[in-house]
Nanobody, 120 residues
Framework: QVQLVESGGGLVQAGGSLRLSCAASGNIFSIRTMAWYRQAPAKERELVAAIRSGGSPNYADSVKGRFTISRDNAKNTVYLQMNSLKPEDTAVYYC??????????????WGQGTQVTVSS
């Protein structure tokens, strides 16, 4: 059984910072891509940032220069450092991982989500 557990969300003023963490646990053989998505009320879920094992990160245009994604492969953990937060960053943030429990089969897993609220 694989679990993705997020932490680090909360309430912050505009211009502030938050750091999200997501740890994957269970019978994991390999993790290919780890990513953060977000979903604001009445909007579709969107990709915020993703990082492939051994690859460069990619970001949504709306967060470039403000957010940084990183991962610790030894801990099966991905982080999202969010700086210069804006009210429009308010959303539930979801961790996503493409991983294998049985080689060579990969599938996606999702965390439960963590609320980020940015006040103006």
């Amino acid at each position: 059984q694989v679990q993705l557990v997020e932490s680090g969300g909360g309430l912050v003023q505009a211009g502030g910072s938050l750091r999200l963490s997501c740890a994957a646990s269970g019978n994991i053989f390999s993790i290919r891509t780890m990513a953060w998505y977000r979903q604001a009320p009445a909007k579709e879920r969107e990709l915020v940032a993703a990082i492939r094992s051994g690859g460069s990160p990619n970001y949504a245009d709306s967060v470039k220069g403000r957010f940084t994604i990183s991962r610790d492969n030894a801990k099966n953990t991905v982080y999202l450092q969010m700086n210069s937060l804006k009210p429009e960053d308010t959303a539930v943030y979801y961790c996503n991982a493409e991983l294998s429990t049985t080689w060579p089969l990969f599938r996606e897993y999702w965390g439960q989500g963590t609320q980020v609220t940015v006040s103006s």
